[in-house]
């Protein structure tokens, strides 16, 4: 499978939610895609099914793909610690995830191209590897010669979001992944002991 480019409404109406941020087509439709999606008659999920669809929610939101998702697990299942928490905190250490809650893109598929297209740099160094994994203390940030584009700049106009584990300096267009954050402090609604019972099994 691909990285998935199709609309990014069809898939938040299939999980109930604006996975993707702000949808106002998903607030019109609510309701699942499909020609009985409106209907009532639905029948009960299964508990494999719950699972799967919690597993495909988290690779939605977090633009991962099924191959890295399952190494990420697998990390995630030989660390110490909660392995469901574990799991997401990899995700939000991601590089790309990271340019996204400083705001310098205004989603995550945008943080992916502009880290892909060299444009942001960890400790002074140029990384182009989206899936590249932050430690605390690493310092991100734009080039120098990309500081004056346009959707950068609009992008961190319009973002208002502040995090715990992150510090941003506006002026220098660099922030500080200052810790790992713990499972409270990320936002997601991600259910992820359904996806370690998934992968459990």
């Given at each position: 499978?691909?990285?998935?480019?199709?609309?990014?409404?069809?898939?938040?109406?299939?999980?109930?939610?604006?996975?993707?941020?702000?949808?106002?087509?998903?607030?019109?439709?609510?309701?699942?895609?499909?020609?009985?999606?409106?209907?009532r008659?639905?029948?009960?999920k299964?508990?494999?099914?719950?699972?799967?669809?919690?597993?495909?929610k988290?690779?939605?939101t977090?633009?991962?793909?099924?191959?890295?998702?399952?190494n990420?697990?697998?990390?995630?299942?030989?660390?110490?610690?909660?392995?469901g928490?574990?799991?997401?905190?990899?995700?939000?250490?991601?590089?790309?995830?990271?340019?996204?809650?400083?705001?310098?893109?205004?989603?995550?598929?945008?943080?992916?191209?502009?880290?892909?297209?060299r444009h942001?740099?960890?400790n002074?160094?140029i990384?182009?590897?989206?899936?590249?994994?932050?430690?605390?203390?690493?310092?991100?940030g734009?080039?120098?010669?990309s500081?004056?584009?346009?959707?950068?700049?609009?992008?961190l106009?319009?973002?208002?979001?502040?995090?715990?584990?992150?510090?941003?300096?506006?002026?220098?267009?660099?922030?500080?992944?200052?810790?790992?954050?713990?499972?409270?402090?990320?936002?997601?609604?991600?259910?992820?002991?359904?996806?370690?019972?998934?992968?459990?099994?």
């Open positions: 499978m691909a990285r998935y480019t199709g609309p990014k409404t069809k898939i938040a109406r299939k999980f109930g939610e604006a996975i993707f941020g702000d949808d106002k087509s998903f607030e019109k439709r609510n309701y699942p895609p499909g020609q009985h999606g409106n209907s008659r639905r029948g009960k299964s508990e494999y099914a719950i699972q799967l669809m919690e597993k495909q988290a690779k939605y977090y633009g991962i793909l099924e191959r890295q998702f399952r990420i697990y697998k990390k995630a299942n030989s660390s110490k610690g909660v392995t928490e574990v799991l997401l905190q990899l995700c939000e250490s991601r590089l790309d995830n990271v340019v996204y809650r400083m705001g310098i893109a205004p989603s995550r598929r945008a943080a992916r191209q502009l880290v892909s297209h942001v740099t960890v002074g160094e990384v182009n590897i989206s899936s590249y994994q932050l430690k605390a203390g690493d310092v991100v734009v080039r120098e010669k500081k004056s584009l346009e959707a950068i700049e609009n992008s106009a319009a973002n208002s979001s502040v995090y715990e584990w992150i510090t941003w300096n506006n002026e220098k267009k660099e922030g500080t992944f200052v810790a790992v954050p713990e499972r409270i402090q990320i936002p997601e609604n991600i259910k992820e002991q359904l996806i370690v019972e998934l992968y459990s099994k």
